[in-house]
């Protein structure tokens, strides 16, 4: 009646006989409240020793739903971003529904986010706009909810095709954002970046795109990285540079880390491309490389890599590539700031100075918000140069990188 459980040494399974009669038993000779105290105790047992799920069966069994929704709501970050059982979660919190009307608001908080990432995105926005708006308190994380939950409306309103609003609500969401979640950041910041796309206004959007692979990178998260280099090739495609087309079969590659792949296809193509007239292309898979190295650890070579792309770009003045790879290349200039890089002519002089002075201020904190206590690199620089003002003119105006290399006087 009693034997070994296969899959959990140490434990021990009823045979489904012997359990319903200790049940029956139980039933007979204890009052209810007698057996809701044992049952009790087991949920204190199953929390203690990380048995959670069990613990928030039982809590739902006594009809305890202070104590499941405080189950639930602990566990719910990694049942729905970590593991991804969307419908599990959302299953979970439904039932918990029907003994506590009002669940904690951590865990109403990723049941939207698990509807969102189940498609149900009328029920999300329906759930989202029953939250209680939540009061101040000693606890950080309850005082971050209101800001919390306005950075996951503006997502939903994208999903719905709201576009228009939910690209106001996330520049302004944006602009106080505190930046203690990367994944918040990252959301708001690729809605924010692909309603522009509508709108052709490609600086914006590139912007935004640097924002959340700057704020991603902190996580470590390779499917969402890869998600970010999907939507660097997105605005390519949309600005009609095809030659960036296949990056993202290198970018899914080094998504994950499969970084002898990734460094495999990327030379098949840098061979095509310096045969090739697209400097931008040349440049772009110089820079795809410098990104393999370093991520393996080959910072002499990341460095030999990049001033072979300064190379080639400088006479183009083709500074944008760099820009969206800058949370790759600051690193590297600055391991060594007072390093002598052997630069060649007064173009490439000029072109990285350029280049260190857009990736201190695209890189540092925003002084105006919280992050300003966030230790930040500078470069002591002169003023722009009137090339640099002219450049700056043509990424204002959403110029492409072939554009910019047509339009300006220093094209080849």
């Not at 495999?264 to 393999?292: F, G, N, Y």
């Not at 450049?391 to 290399?405: K, P, V, W």
């Amino acid at each position: 009646m009693i034997f070994p459980a296969a899959d959990r040494p140490g434990w021990f399974r009823f045979h489904g006989l012997f359990s319903d009669y200790l049940r029956r038993e139980s039933r007979a000779t204890r009052s209810e409240a007698e057996r809701h105290a044992v049952l009790g105790r087991a949920v204190q047992w199953c929390r203690k020793h990380g048995e959670y799920r069990d613990a928030f069966e039982l809590a739902l069994t006594i009809r305890d739903g202070a104590q499941a929704s405080d189950i639930l709501a602990g566990r719910a970050q990694c049942v729905v971003r970590d593991e991804g059982r969307h419908l599990f979660y959302i299953n979970a919190y439904e039932r918990l529904l029907e003994i506590e009307p009002f669940p904690a608001d951590e865990a109403q908080y990723w049941c939207v986010w698990a509807m969102l990432f189940a498609r149900q995105y009328e029920k999300a926005y329906r759930v989202l706009a029953a939250m209680r708006l939540g009061t101040k308190s000693d606890d950080p994380v309850a005082d971050r909810m209101p800001g919390r939950k306005q950075a996951l409306l503006s997502i939903i309103l994208f999903s719905l095709d709201r576009v228009p609003e939910a690209q106001m609500r996330g520049e302004r969401w944006l602009e106080s954002d505190d930046g203690l979640d990367p994944f918040e950041s990252s959301g708001v910041a690729c809605v924010v970046g692909t309603s522009a796309v509508a709108d052709l206004d490609f600086p914006a959007v590139r912007r935004a795109i640097m924002l959340a692979r700057n704020s991603m990178s902190r996580t470590g998260s390779e499917y969402a990285l890869g998600w970010m280099s999907c939507l660097d090739a997105l605005i390519d495609i949309q600005e009609g540079d095809l030659a960036f087309v296949h990056d993202t079969r290198i970018a899914w590659l080094i998504a994950q880390r499969d970084f002898q792949a990734a460094l495999a296809a990327t030379d098949i193509e840098l061979h095509s491309a310096l045969k090739s007239p697209c400097a931008t292309w040349q440049v772009h898979l110089l820079l795809t490389r410098l990104q393999i190295e370093a991520a393996t650890g080959h910072a002499a070579q990341a460095s030999k890599t990049l001033l072979r792309a300064i190379g080639i770009a400088a006479p183009r003045r083709l500074l944008q590539p760099f820009i969206e790879h800058g949370d790759v290349i600051q690193p590297l200039i600055m391991a060594d700031p007072k390093k002598n890089w052997p630069l060649v002519n007064d173009k490439e002089f000029v072109f990285f100075a350029d280049l260190r002075q857009r990736l201190g201020s695209a890189l540092a904190p925003d002084r105006s918000s919280p992050r300003q206590e966030a230790a930040a690199d500078s470069f002591e620089l002169d003023a722009p140069t009137s090339r640099e003002i002219e450049l700056q003119g043509f990424l204002d105006n959403g110029l492409s990188n072939q554009e910019i290399a047509s339009a300006s006087r220093w094209a080849p």
